[in-house]
């Protein structure tokens, strides 16, 4: 019988979610001056925990602290506060949902404030309109293995503080998105060049993170489905990818899509017309469904999607096609937690998407305004939007859902400022 939301999911490793819907990593900046898990961030697992997703995946914690998502990220890189994950995760699993750590290290896709110099496969700068971050240089094969090492004991340690599983990013543009891209891995050696070599950053840290956490542990990856992008990471070789990965035993692929210099995965980017199927509402309301249709038989493992979805219908059908065993909820949950036991109970017919009511104030950018920097602006104040709510709901405040893009734009840059002044980062020698 085809599966339903609430149908539990057992996973290659032995561990078994409660039900088919995810609420995927969502970066909080919540952590304290030295990138500490805090009470903010209990405040608000607490609350996804009990909004009834079987699985949640906390946002991109990285493995070295000169390398920064963004400056209220959560590290752990030896600066302590074990302690404080303990209680991040004890919240996080308070209603018995699994608990996965996200791992993430963001290569060329830092601010050059945080580090003017990030490492990369190749020294290949992004290519968008944006001088915020900082050239990137060629990573020495000592600085790959340490990276590998790095993920490894993040996994270590998010098992022995109490999380139930971890994600491995290897999406969105991040360091190991890098390696698998032809666009910024120009590499030579057996890091670079073809399909298993720019891969061998992956399947290296998909094994060390196993021999880290053992056989009975959840290790979960998120790939790009493509990164919708000329030159880049293309669909077959995502296909090739995700077989490797379900050889390499891993849990769950989760399927997105896009870098920072092409938002697919928000749904924005040129690619994104390209992204959706063509036939039906149903497909199109998913990103990357269609994508999936054609990995999952190839993936000997359960598959999550994610991005776009806002229907119960269009879920519910996503799981009857059998592209899709889990349904990641990301941007929904920013604004309200306990969507999952709405659709879960049939009450809710539908997530909000906010995303399609937010638009910029006539006069925020000049008339002459290119359509691409107007989109790109559009959607940093969009992601400044959805992040303001989860600073909002980690104190304790209710989300502002009257909040204009436009203040979204200002208030985000000038929390994220405030945020970097208030790092701690002297030991580190940035
Ligand atoms: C505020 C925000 C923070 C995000 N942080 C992360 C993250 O830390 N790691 C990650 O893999 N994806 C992150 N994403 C992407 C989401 O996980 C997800 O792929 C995307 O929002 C599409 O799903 P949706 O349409 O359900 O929102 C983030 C997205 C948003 C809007």
């Known amino acids: 019988m085809a599966p339903t939301l609430d149908t539990p999911l057992d996973l290659p490793c032995g561990a078994r979610i409660s039900n088919r819907l995810c609420k ?41 602290r000169t390398h920064l998502e963004r400056p209220g990220n959560v590290v752990v890189d030896g600066n302590g506060g074990l302690d404080r994950l303990r209680a991040y995760a004890a919240a ?14 963001p290569g060329r896709q830092t601010s050059r404030e945080m580090n003017a110099h990030p490492l990369a496969p190749s020294a290949v700068a992004l290519d968008i309109p944006d001088d915020a971050f900082g050239p990137p240089r060629e990573a020495t094969e000592a600085e790959i293995l340490d990276v590998i090492g ?15 599983g971890v994600q491995i990013h290897a999406a969105h543009g991040y360091l190991i998105s890098q390696f698998l891209s032809p666009i910024a891995n120009r590499r030579a050696d ?3 060049g073809r399909l298993e070599n720019r891969a ?18 959840p290790v979960a990856v998120k790939l790009n489905s493509a990164d919708f992008q ?48 063509k036939e039906s509402t149903r497909r199109r309301e998913a990103y990357f469904l269609d994508h999936a249709a054609l990995i999952k038989p190839q993936a000997q493992m359960p598959v999550m999607v994610t991005g776009g979805f806002r229907t119960r219908a269009g879920m519910m059908a996503a799981l009857a096609s059998g592209a899709a065993d889990v349904i990641g909820l990301g941007r929904p949950m920013c604004t309200h937690t306990d969507l999952p036991q709405g659709l879960l109970n049939g009450a809710l017919a539908r997530v909000p998407a906010w995303e399609n009511e937010l ?3 006539p006069g925020e950018l000049p008339a002459d305004a290119e359509a691409e920097m107007r989109l790109r602006v559009e959607a940093l104040g969009k992601q400044g939007w959805f992040c303001l709510q989860l600073i909002r709901m980690g104190e304790g405040l209710a989300p502002d859902l009257t909040m204009s893009l436009t203040e979204a734009l200002h208030a985000y840059a000038q929390s ?11 030991d580190h020698h940035i």
């Open 190 to 192: 057996a890091w670079g």
């Open 359 to 361: 638009r910029l104030a």
């Open 200 to 217: 061998r950053l992956l399947l290296e840290i998909v094994a060390a993170v196993r021999g880290a956490v053992g056989r009975d542990f």
């Open 92 to 105: 996080g699993r308070t209603a018995g949902n699994h608990l996965w750590m996200q791992i993430n290290h």
């Open 150 to 164: 790095r993920f490894a004991r993040v996994a270590r340690t998010a098992r022995e503080t109490g999380f139930s």
């Open 230 to 277: 000329a030159g880049g990471f293309t669909h077959e070789e995502a296909v090739r990818v995700a077989r490797w990965l379900g050889e390499a035993g891993v849990d769950l692929l989760e399927l997105s899509g896009g870098t920072y210099e092409q938002m697919v995965m928000v749904g924005a980017g040129e690619g994104a017309a390209s992204a959706p199927a």
């Open 24 to 64: 995927v990593a969502l970066t909080e900046g919540l952590a304290d001056p030295m990138n500490r898990a805090t009470e903010r961030l209990e405040r608000l697992y607490r609350a996804w925990s009990l909004g009834g997703a079987g699985l949640v995946i906390t946002g991109n914690v990285q493995v070295d």
């Open 416 to 426: 994220e400022a405030r945020t970097a002044e208030r790092l701690q980062l002297a």
